[in-house]
Every structure is written in C-alpha cells, then in structure tokens.
C-alpha cells in the first residue's frame, strides 16, 4: 500500500507502465478510498493498493519503505511513454535492464526489463537526475 495525495495522477502514472484499477472502495466513515491496480491478468494475484485519504496530509520520505519494481516487456519504449507524458527518468536504463522513476507523491519505482536489452541511445549515455 503507498498513500497518495491526487488520486488521477498516481492511477495516470501507473497506467504509463501498463497498471490498471481494478476495483475501488470509498469508506466515508473512515474518509479515505482505496484504489487498487493491476497489470493484465494479474488481478487478485499481484496488485498495488493506493490509499487516499481525503483529509489532508502531509507525506514525505517516498522511499522510505523501498520501492516497487515492475517487470516491463521493452523498457525503452516504457521509459520514453513516460518521458513523453512528463515523468523524470531519474535512473535511465543505460543497461537495458534497468531503470528508476518516481510516482507523484515521490514513491521510488524500479523498472526492469524482461530479459536484456542492448545499450540504445539516448538511454546509454544519460546522466541520472535527481534521487532515486
């Protein structure tokens, strides 16, 4: 489970590397919603609960627990869907196995190809940006 502060723009995030929710509880009671994610077939099986708490909070530290790694089949082409839609490729895959990037609210996700890739540019020679 991650906490997340904008709902639509963490689910945005997660759809760029092929995550989609799956199913969604609101408690007003407890006011929060729980929104939980899933690559294909993968429902009930592997997903990531999303917390939002709708009374404002405060949420620093996004790596503090780790990070999450996703398994992606082409990590360039991974990687350049989320530059193209604005995300930092904090630790680009210069390997063609790796890569790092952050959620909105700074939760550190590890990308990791499916196999080995050559070195491609730009990728091989981009420098890291940032923490990740």
């Known amino acids: 489970m991650i906490r997340v502060t904008d709902p639509a723009a963490t689910i945005a995030f997660f759809e760029l590397i092929g995550l989609k929710e799956v199913r969604r509880i609101d408690s007003e009671q407890g006011r929060f ?48 869907r989320l530059m193209d839609a604005g995300v930092t490729i904090n630790r680009p895959p210069r390997d063609g196995h790796m890569a790092f990037v952050r959620t909105p609210d ?10 080995h890739l050559p070195p491609t540019e730009p990728w091989a020679s981009m420098p890291n940006i940032g923490v990740w």
């Open 33 to 80: 919603t729980l929104i939980f994610l899933a690559a294909p077939g993968q429902e009930g099986v592997a997903e990531v609960e999303l917390t939002h708490n709708w009374d404002p909070e405060e949420y620093s530290g996004g790596r503090n627990f780790g990070h999450l790694a996703y398994q992606v089949d082409d990590i360039y082409e991974t990687c350049r």
């Open 106 to 115: 700074n939760i550190s996700i590890e990308l990791l190809q499916d196999g």
